[in-house]
T-cell receptor, first 115, second 115 residues
């Protein structure tokens, strides 16, 4: 059972355009929603994250929009650049106790930004 | 300075062999994880250790055994390798805390190919 559903699977955007990736979750116990960016041959790296008591968070060209009632959140990349081409993962976190937390990832979106 | 380092980067081996992957973090974190990324890029947690104590042990074959000699190291030993074990294995670390206070830092992965 996949607890975090991500779409689209792939996305092609022209340089300067807006990239939008959507995620939906089922478990209301999730308390932290990060987005990770992964380049080929590298590990995922935290891009931006949000807590469920906030509806929007912006960092530079990256914005997370969060809709708690709909159990959905999305990543917007403004003025998309070729260097943004990567795989993006949404995730949701739940406290596993004893100082550990468990991230459940979406299946990823491969973003290609074309000049 | 690499924060989370894994060795080896590539591992090619035959079915039935036993192999180990090593992970070290120099971030001073006290929680470490192993994640598996399959051919479709899906990331799934395998294990979590906090202060050398196993916290999360997802449903993985008991051929996989994590070992944490100290807080900075978490190794993964795999017995009797099977074709289906081929994947990229990521080590990660965080400071014991709620997720929003301590993001996960990933290594660059070990690509395991079983022939």
């Amino acid at each position: 059972q996949q607890q975090v559903k991500q779409s689209p699977q792939s996305l092609i955007v022209q340089k300067g355009g807006i990239s939008i990736i959507n995620c939906a979750y089922e478990n209301t116990a999730f308390d932290y929603f990060p987005w990770y960016q992964q380049f080929p041959g590298k590990g995922p790296a935290l891009l931006i994250a949000i807590r469920p008591d906030v509806s929007e968070k912006k960092e530079g060209r990256f914005t997370i929009s969060f809709n708690k009632s709909a159990k959905q959140f999305s990543l917007h990349i403004m003025d998309s650049q070729p260097g943004d081409s990567a795989t993006y993962f949404c995730a949701a976190s739940i406290d596993s106790g004893a100082g550990s937390y468990q991230l459940t990832f979406g299946k990823g979106t491969k973003l290609s930004v074309i000049p | 300075d690499t924060a989370v380092s894994q060795t080896p980067k590539y591992l090619v081996t035959q079915m039935g062999n036993d192999k180990s992957i090593k992970c070290e973090q120099n971030l001073g974190h006290d929680t470490m994880y192993w994640y598996k990324q399959d051919s479709k890029k899906f990331l799934k947690i395998m294990f979590s250790y906090n202060n050398k104590e196993l916290i999360i042990n997802e449903t993985v074959p008991n051929r996989f055994s994590p070992k944490s000699p100290d807080k900075a190291h978490l190794n993964l030993h795999i017995n009797s390798l099977e074709l289906g074990d081929s994947a990229v294995y990521f080590c990660a670390s965080s400071q014991s805390s709620r997720g929003y206070n301590s993001p996960l830092h990933f290594g660059n992965g070990t690509r395991l190919t079983v022939t």
